[in-house]
Structure formats: C-alpha cells, structure tokens
C-alpha cells in the first residue's frame, strides 16, 4: 500500500512547516516536507520580514517598556476577544525566544531599528535587512540541507489516511504534480512512523473557497497571496475530522497599491513609512478619517466606508524609513512631489481642504497628542512640511485567513466530534485559526507560524515509532 516512508511527514514548506522540520530533526532523523509547488516557501517566502517581539533586545537597547502581557492585550484588543487566548499567550510569551532562535539558530539578519505598526502599543517589530520573509526562508532551507531534511517540490496533498480508530498513518500525494494542472503527477502514498503535520498556509487566493465563507471577497478583490495559497489542504484536514474555526475570518490589507498586482513594493512603503510617519486621506475631500496606526481590520473598514479613495502622503523626512521606496519610484507605485500644490493637483485633491488637513496634523505633532484621531506621536514623528512629498494610492487587498483548523498547545489537530487530538496529526501556522481572532495584527504571522511550528515539530517527534 506505502510508496516510501518516513517517521515524520510535513506538509508546506513555509515558515511553520520549515520550523517543524528544523525542530523535529534535532530528536528524529527520517524528516519529509513535501510542497505543491514548483519552488519552496509559500507566502513565507514573499512576506514582508516583519516578526513581532515582545521584551527583545532592541527594545531594551531603545528603551521600549514591553511584555508577553501586553502583546497578548494588543492581540485581544485587535483581535475582538474572538481569539484562544491560550494560544495567543503561547505566541506572545515565545515571541522573543523565537525571535533569537532566528539569530542564534538560523543566523536571519535584522535592520538595526524597530518598526512600529498598527494596533501594537509600541514599537515591537523586527525587520529582516531586505525587507522580505526570504531573508528567513532562505537561511531555514539552507539549515534543512545541512542536516539532510529532503524538500520534495511537486508533491500535492489529497488526502490524509487514517487506520479504522481515525490515527493518522501517512498522506497520499499526487507526486509530478504541475500546479495548476490537477490532472498532472500519479498518485503516491507516504507512510509516516511517527506523526503528519500540516502546514499548508491560508486560502486567500482560493476565489471559490472564500466565497463559501465571505460572500463579499468576489474575484474582483485581489489578494496580496502567492498563487497557490488555495484550500485544498485545508479540506482534506476537514475531512480527516478537523475542526474548522471561525473560518469567514478573512483580513484584507489596507496598504497595498492601485497601481500594482498582489503586495508588490508599496506595501511595505505604506506599513514602514506612509501610515506611521505621515498622514492617510481621502481623496475626495482631502480630509483624513482615522487614526493612521489603527489596526488593519479598523483601517480597512474606515477606507471601504462610503467607497473611499484612499492615498497616504509622507515627507522627505518620513520617507527615510521607506525601505522600497526606489522600487516604488521606478515602477511608479509611489509619485514624489515637489510641493503640496503640485500632489493635490495631480491626484485631484481639494487643494484647500488638503493644505488645512496638513496644517492640523502638524499642530497636533507639534503638540505631541493627536487630538482628531489618537494616533501615537512618538518622538521621531514630525510635522509634514520637508519636500519633496511622496504619495501612494491605495485599494484593500486580501492578505491573511485568521481561520483554519483548530490545535491545542501542543498544536494537536482537534477532532470536530470528540473535541480530542486527532493521534500522530499536527498543524502549525496559517493553516491554523482562533490564534489572531477578528484581525491578526501586522508581524504577528510569522512569529505565531514558528512558535507553533517549532511545538508541533518538537511534539510530533516525541510520537512512538510504528513498526
Ligand atoms: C505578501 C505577504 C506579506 C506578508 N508579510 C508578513 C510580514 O511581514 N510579517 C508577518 O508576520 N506576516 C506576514 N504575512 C503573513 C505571513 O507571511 C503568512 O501568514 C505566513 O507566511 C504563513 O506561513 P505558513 O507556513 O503557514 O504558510 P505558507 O508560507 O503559505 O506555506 C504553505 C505552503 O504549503 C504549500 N501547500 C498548500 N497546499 C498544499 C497541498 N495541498 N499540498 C502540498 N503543499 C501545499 C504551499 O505551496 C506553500 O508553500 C504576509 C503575507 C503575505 C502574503
């Protein structure tokens, strides 16, 4: 019946996956993530390099007073109490460790200074030194070669097999598998020893699938997601008896642009330096409408009230922390003015309402408390008035499925009758739902995909061996 086998079988070559492989493999020698895909790590491998830390080292080196607790406050808060706070506490007290592991482990790089983003009470987030979950990826796969851990690409989960009591024994694979083609690659079966854990990431791009969850998300609305980020993997879990959760959770992302595909180069112009250094308005009555440090659930709904056209504008003094933004010139996702008239006048802005808008702000910097919309004014936050000026047009786009199956702390699959862990089956990272709730907060995604990644791995290898 079994084509191969291996003690541990992992599904997805992403940031839980990889992590489940590199901690599995310090106990366990007979190691397999397979991957649909053509090329390895998912939406892992295009993020954008933010991990959120609570008590790090640069946070101490900068003063920031911060902890597990508040961390998990943020996530509650954001999250509209809808997450398992026994997950996110798990994520939020492991987020510094983790972080090192990356370092001490991995040897990721990070940029010398914190970012803050929205709906963290303070600044708390890592940035790999080019701006790109790559610069984790890549070190995790050269981590897997060296400790002999196959990446098998091509390989598509169908289905996970079960003995007559529900254990699961292996995963059957449609092996040549040419994504999209489902009719491509033969079937093939893996047996694993010990334990499968799923880490097949979220299913922004499956149009079908979210449409049975969130009649809004039509096609019209473009995901920042890799193409493959579908659900397959998801309902094969479902139908080995997972527990789905909360699964209509699914967050857009308010900063991507107009004027490019998928997340692109502006994203992280907007998230680095667009919404904490400068201002958000509305193009038509050049009026800001919310706090621009807003957590992205709050962000989104401002912005899709009464079909706003959004655009951030940011100075030459803000735009420093803009770390894309020569890509954003050349492909012309971002316009730098050389005054305010000049960029109301190209984007048609009431030039008065925008001068006025500005003005306020600037008082409100100046006096250190934002008194229209609350946004932080930290000490590096100035007025807007150093050209030349930049500016980003805006439109949401679906970014992150904050539902999925349901683990424990020790990232066991819940089955949906008993409420128990389904034997030899884990799952780790987007796959997963309850951890973020309502909105997942920005760099929290990869901090949660390998603090569960790494429980799932160090678990599933602790499995008896079957003979
Ligand atoms: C553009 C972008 C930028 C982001 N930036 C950040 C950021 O800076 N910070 C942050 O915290 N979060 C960020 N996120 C979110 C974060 O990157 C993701 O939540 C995270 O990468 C998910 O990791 P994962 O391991 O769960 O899944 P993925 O990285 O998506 O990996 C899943 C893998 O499983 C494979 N797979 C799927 N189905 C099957 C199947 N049936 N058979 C075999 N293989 C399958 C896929 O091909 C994929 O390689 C970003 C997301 C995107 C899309």
Not at 73 to 102: C, H, Q, Y
Not at 184 to 195: F, P, Q, V
Not at 235 to 261: C, F, H, M, N, Y
Not at 339 to 354: F, G, K, M
Request: neutral net charge.
């Amino acid at each position: 019946m079994w084509n191969e086998e291996y003690d541990i079988v992992i599904i997805g070559s992403g940031f839980a996956g990889l992590a489940a492989a590199l901690e599995a493999c310090k106990t366990c020698s007979s190691v397999v993530v397979l991957d649909k895909m053509r090329t390895p790590g998912g939406n892992s491998a295009i993020s954008g390099g933010l991990v959120a830390a609570a008590g790090s080292p640069l946070q101490e080196k900068e003063g920031i007073k911060d902890s597990p607790a508040l961390m998990l406050e943020d996530m509650l808060r954001a999250g509209l109490d809808f997450n398992t706070p026994a997950l996110a506490k798990i994520v939020a007290e492991r987020s510094t460790e983790t972080l090192l592991w990356t370092i001490e482990e991995l040897g990721v790089e990070y940029k010398p200074n914190l970012n803050h983003l929205g709906g963290h009470s303070v600044p708390r987030t890592y940035n790999t030194t080019n701006t790109s979950g790559s610069g984790i990826i890549k070190p995790m796969l050269a981590k897997c070669r060296d400790k002999g851990i196959p990446i098998r690409l091509k390989m598509l989960l169908q289905r996970f097999i079960a003995d007559e009591k529900g254990v699961i024994q292996g995963v059957e694979v449609r092996k040549g598998y040419l994504f999209p083609n489902e009719a491509s690659g033969e079937t093939w079966r893996i047996r694993a020893r010990k334990a499968v854990i799923v880490a097949t990431g979220g299913f922004s791009q499956d149009i079908k699938f979210r449409l049975t969850q969130n009649p809004i998300l039509t096609q019209e609305i473009e995901s920042t997601n890799q193409p493959g980020a579908t659900a397959e993997g998801l309902v094969a879990a479902l139908k080995a008896g997972a527990t789905p959760t909360q699964l209509s959770l699914i967050q857009l992302g308010p900063w991507a642009s107009r004027d490019e595909e998928g997340f692109g180069v502006g994203s992280m112009f907007s998230m680095l330096a667009g919404f904490p250094y400068g201002i958000l308005i509305d193009l038509k009555t050049g009026r800001r409408f919310v706090n621009e440090l807003s957590d992205r659930k709050l962000l989104v709904d401002a912005m899709l009230n009464t079909g706003r056209e959004s655009l951030a504008i940011v100075d030459s003094v803000g735009v420093k922390y803009a770390s894309t933004l020569n890509k954003c010139l050349k492909r012309g996702v971002v316009k730098q003015y050389e005054a305010i008239d000049e960029l109301a006048h190209a984007n048609r802005i009431p030039l008065a309402a925008l001068l006025e808008t500005i003005r306020t702000y600037n008082e409100n910097v100046s006096k250190g408390v934002d008194e229209d919309f609350g946004k932080p004014i930290p000490d590096d936050l100035f007025p807007i008035e150093n050209p030349p000026y930049y500016s980003i047009r805006l439109i949401s786009k679906v970014h992150h499925c904050m539902g999925g199956i349901q683990i424990n702390s020790r990232a066991q699959v819940l089955n949906i009758e008993t409420h128990l862990p389904i034997r030899r089956f884990y799952a780790a990272g987007e796959i997963t739902g309850g951890i973020h709730g309502a909105s997942r907060l920005g760099s929290n995604a990869i901090t949660d995909c390998l603090v569960f990644g790494r429980i799932a791995g160090r678990n599933a290898a602790k499995e008896r061996t079957r003979t």
